[in-house]
């Protein structure tokens, strides 16, 4: 019998949804990041009184993602929204927001690793339908 030595394909499934439920579930939806509301209000183009849905479409959209990542289907498509999301969200906080994002650099250190992790679930085809 041969023994992989590539982790648990399911594993980083549920590891990149646990991260999409944590930042639009608990950070948005419950508000457990105060912050990241004053990070959309900072945004040009929404005004004060379009803040809170937008927090909730976000946060909304970020748990449809770790729905979408562990049903395994189409990953490299959950992948380029994935990763369109990230840079278009961290794009708009070091713009807009770079004042109120505490480590701009270690924001976008940690999603970077976040996207290689995205982007090695969706290259290992083999299981991509398996959860």
């Known amino acids: 019998m041969t023994r992989s030595n590539k982790p648990d394909p399911r594993l980083i499934r549920i590891s990149i949804a646990l991260v999409w439920l944590y930042e639009g579930l608990w950070c948005k939806l419950l508000g457990g990041a105060p912050h990241h509301v004053a990070v959309i209000a900072a945004m040009p183009f929404i005004g004060p009184a379009a803040v809170r849905a937008v927090l909730i479409a976000v946060g909304l959209a970020e748990?449809?993602?770790a729905v979408w990542v562990l049903t395994g289907l189409r990953?490299?498509?959950?992948?380029?929204?994935?990763?369109i999301l990230l840079v278009a969200m961290n794009a708009g906080g070091s713009i807009w927001?770079?004042?109120?994002?505490?480590?701009?650099?270690?924001?976008?250190?940690?999603n970077f690793a976040f996207l290689v992790?995205?982007?090695i679930a969706a290259e290992d085809r083999p299981y991509a339908a398996q959860i």
Request: hydrophobic fraction near 60%; glycine fraction near 6%.
């Open 117 to 119: 992790l995205i982007w």
């Open 75 to 83: 990953m490299r498509a959950a992948a380029v929204v994935q990763t």
């Open 63 to 65: 748990c449809s993602i």
């Open 97 to 110: 927001a770079w004042h109120l994002i505490p480590d701009p650099g270690g924001m976008l250190v940690q």
